[in-house]
């Protein structure tokens, strides 16, 4: 599945645009590595998301689930 729809789908971004946005921007990454909306996600994959005030580390299950493995809040 394809990151901005993933992203969408496990409700981190309300629209597909705005997880579009969101890596097109760089601020979906992974290893320090940036990934492209068209990032094909896999199972077990660690993915790093700033939002602004918040930034998550998440370990993806499956199309439909994800595991928070660390949350940061940023002042």
């Known amino acids: 599945m ?9 409700k981190i971004a309300k629209r597909r645009i705005i997880a579009h946005d969101l890596c097109s921007n760089g601020k ?3 290893n320090s590595y940036s990934l492209k909306p068209g990032y094909e ?4 994959d660690e993915i790093n998301i700033d939002l602004g005030k918040k930034e998550i580390l998440i370990k993806v299950i ?4 994800f595991e928070i493995i660390k949350e ?3 002042i």
């Open 2 to 10: 394809r990151l901005d729809k993933y992203l969408k789908n496990i």
């Open 28 to 30: 979906v990454t992974k």
């Open 62 to 65: 499956d199309e439909k689930s």
């Open 41 to 44: 996600v896999k199972p077990n």
């Open 72 to 74: 940061l809040n940023k």
